[in-house]
């Protein structure tokens, strides 16, 4: 659990506790035990539920595409802001993990992903950089989805991370925590898009 997360979860027990010591400074605890625990819950939970939903709504909005420009930033704007991204493993057998992962602001063949620094896919990616990766479907009456076998991953690490968050902001509201893990930088060399409207497209970054 992050400092910050935990800091909330203190302020809300606080508070929690301070309801409850009221209601029983008013003398009226013991008619009313009921809906003082009822209260104290509420108290404890909404806060809880509102900042989950906070939490995923922001991260929605920072998933996949952060450019309005280039044709794969518009094609990526129909997609959901998560791959699955297959990895050789050191038995030369591919392995694949779901992950989320967000745009760089600047390149549009460029995605960012992030992963606990002790994490046995950041080792396999340091050993084997070369990856695959495949969006979802974006709905069964369009299947567009966008793949690619033509992929460099480089891991960011310690110093080389922290610099990397300044470089790029959209990281830390990506991953609060982005400057202390491990963040996965995908170059997309080339992939194919297709959908069962316009078939298959190339699009190539070299």
Same mark, same amino acid.
């Given at each position: ?29 013991s ?14 939970? *909404? ?9 995923a ?18 094609? *990526?704007?129909?997609l959901p802001?998560?791959i ?40 396999q990616l ?19 989805r ?15 991370a922290?610099? *990397? ?31 069962f ?10």
């Amino acid at each position: 659990m992050y400092f910050k997360r935990f800091l909330q979860l203190f302020v809300i027990y606080v508070v929690s506790a301070a309801v409850l010591l009221g209601i029983s400074g008013a003398k009226i605890l013991s008619a009313l035990t009921g809906l003082g625990v009822l209260a104290g819950y509420a108290v404890l939970t *909404l806060p809880l539920v509102v900042l989950t939903i906070v939490k995923a709504n922001k991260k929605a909005a920072i998933v996949g595409t952060q450019s309005n420009t280039g044709e794969l930033s518009a094609i *990526l704007k129909n997609l959901p802001g998560y791959i699955a991204l297959s990895i050789a493993t050191d038995k030369g057998v591919s392995a694949t993990t779901i992950m989320s992962f967000t745009q760089d602001t600047r390149a549009d063949n460029i995605f960012y992903t992030i992963a606990a620094k002790d994490a046995t896919k950041v080792t396999q990616l340091q050993k084997a950089p070369a990856v695959s990766f495949t969006t979802w479907f974006d709905s069964l009456e369009n299947g567009a989805r966008l793949s690619s076998n033509n992929v460099h991953a480089e891991v960011f690490l310690g110093d080389a991370a922290r610099a *990397l968050t300044l470089e790029q902001p959209n990281l830390i509201a990506y991953n609060e925590n982005a400057a202390n893990s491990a963040i996965i930088k995908l170059t997309i060399h080339s992939a194919l898009y297709e959908n069962f409207k316009d078939g298959l497209k190339v699009l190539s970054f070299d």
